[in-house]
């Protein structure tokens, strides 16, 4: 599992393309502080591969980034930095300070990355797509693969089965020839199962949530690893 595994990355630590699916957290809090208390006292284990939702943060700022990413640089904690936004120059500020703070990885969704172009100088960059109608997929890829990252996210809304398993056939495919670690994510709150089948076939890395989700339909860190012990 995956059935189809992606040449093996890093970010930083953590190996992605093994033959179980890795689990990333998906985190955010009400301000960087509390967040690194909950994991300088236990409360969050700092060897979990976590993604960092900044733009879920109550508080937040390019200021208060720069002293959040250098608090998880000396705790040593792993981590993808992801911020969502169709707002260029908030975009472009935010990676900004990723990317100088040589974040261990970054998520950028493409359709904002085609105007940022910046890339990691030593961490990985992720691109992603996140589509209200799976017929935008193709042409998402296509853009996506241009830009060479170092691993792919697909996310998509799915109401019934079989528009997923046309997807995951077609996926399945792009990543048979591509060989970069891969995850497909379908989306909406009845979904979770179709997450389950998404891991098994193809997907080298699966988000998991903590207290509060970042999307509908989510498991937690320890339904997946239950459920990944009888693959």
């Not at 981590?79 to 040589?102: H, P, W």
Request: proline share 5%; aromatic share 14%.
């Amino acid at each position: 599992m995956p059935r189809i595994r992606g040449n093996q990355t890093f970010i930083g630590k953590i190996p992605i393309g093994n033959p179980k699916s890795t689990i990333v957290v998906s985190i955010y809090d009400r301000n960087s502080r509390e967040f690194i208390e909950k994991l300088e006292n236990g409360n969050l284990s700092p060897r979990n591969l976590y993604e960092i939702r900044y733009d879920l943060f109550d508080e937040k700022s390019p200021e208060d980034l720069v002293f959040l990413l250098k608090e998880l640089d000396q705790i040593d904690v792993d981590y993808i930095f992801t911020y969502r936004t169709t707002n260029s120059e908030i975009f472009s500020k935010m990676y900004g300070v990723a990317l100088d703070k040589l974040a261990p990885a970054v998520d950028m969704d493409v359709t904002m990355h085609r105007q940022f172009r910046r890339k990691p100088v030593d961490g990985k960059l992720m691109l992603s797509y996140h589509a209200e109608n799976h017929r935008e997929i193709p042409e998402a890829l296509s853009e996506m693969k241009i830009f060479d990252p170092d691993l792919y996210k697909i996310a998509s809304f799915y109401e019934g089965e079989i528009e997923f398993l046309q997807d995951l056939i077609s996926l399945y495919q792009f990543k048979e020839e591509s060989r970069k670690p891969f995850s497909f994510i379908p989306m909406g709150s009845g979904n979770s199962f179709l997450r389950v089948v998404s891991a098994y076939a193809i997907s080298d890395f699966v988000y998991a949530r903590n207290d509060s989700g970042t999307a509908e339909g989510q498991l937690t860190y320890e339904e997946y690893e239950k459920i990944f012990r009888y693959f």
